[in-house]
């Protein structure tokens, strides 16, 4: 009966110092979490056209505690959403003349501006890009993949403009 016990606290020894191990590398690797991101404003007023990613766009900004405000004079920092782009072109052909691969692009172009500056800063874009193969025989699923990888690409959007917006640091008076 003791055996048991003794060979049930090695493992269980054992599967501590494995647990701690693999924690200690991936701490000293610079692994970590994703977090919210680090902005330096709390609220935020939204301009332009209604992109595919506003919507998406409005919860990242939330999810990281900024408000959109309705009012120019209520926010910390103004934030012009200007216009994106889908593009699909063929990437490679069989010999036989049938497409294989398409490239599958996306871009949005913004810029910011604080309320008390009459100037806006340069327009800044995002762009992401996805290949996609091809197959006739094979259409359904190859839209369907297709639609995920606009979807990723408009995520991938998405955290590229609050990556660029934590960069920006407005006067707040």
Not at 48 to 60: A, H, K, M, V
Not at 133 to 145: A, F, Q, T, V, W
Not at 154 to 160: I, L, N, P
Request: glycine residues 6%; contains cysteine; hydrophobic residues 35%.
């Amino acid at each position: 009966m003791q055996n048991s016990h003794t060979k049930q606290n090695r493992f269980t020894k054992l599967g501590l110092g494995l647990t701690l191990l693999l924690s200690l590398s991936l701490a000293a690797c610079g692994f970590q979490l994703r977090g919210v991101a680090n902005l330096s404003f709390k609220t935020l007023y939204i301009q332009g056209g209604t992109l595919s990613i506003s919507r998406d766009l409005n919860q990242s900004l939330k999810t990281n505690g900024i408000k959109v405000v309705k009012e120019v004079e209520d926010a910390e920092l103004l934030l012009e959403m200007m216009s994106e782009s889908n593009e699909k072109r063929i990437l490679s052909l069989s010999g036989g003349g049938v497409v294989r691969e398409y490239e599958l692009n996306y871009s949005v172009k913004f810029r910011t501006r604080t309320p008390a500056s009459p100037t806006w800063s340069s327009v800044q874009i995002v762009q992401a890009r996805r290949d996609l193969s091809y197959s006739d025989s094979n259409l359904l699923g190859k839209l369907d993949e297709e639609s995920r990888l606009v979807n990723d690409m408009h995520s991938d959007a998405v955290r590229e403009v609050l990556r660029r917006l934590t960069a920006i640091k407005p006067e707040i008076n």
